[in-house]
């Protein structure tokens, strides 16, 4: 549980990072699809490299 609890804290921050950089980029908060995708095909990996 503590794992998991682990990779939703690192899941938030990377989200929270990838909308700070579009805010950075594109002046606003664009919701996307692929960012969608992309963030759950990290989640495997982030799940991997906790612990």
Known sequence: MDR???TCWWYII????WQ???LLI???IQP???DDIM???YL???YK???
């Open 4 to 6: 998991i609890m682990k």
């Open 14 to 17: 990377l989200a929270l990072v």
């Open 20 to 22: 700070g950089l579009e």
């Open 26 to 28: 594109y002046h606003q």
């Open 32 to 34: 996307r699809v692929v």
């Open 39 to 41: 963030g759950l095909l």
């Open 44 to 46: 495997p990996f982030i």
């Open 49 to 51: 490299a906790v612990d």
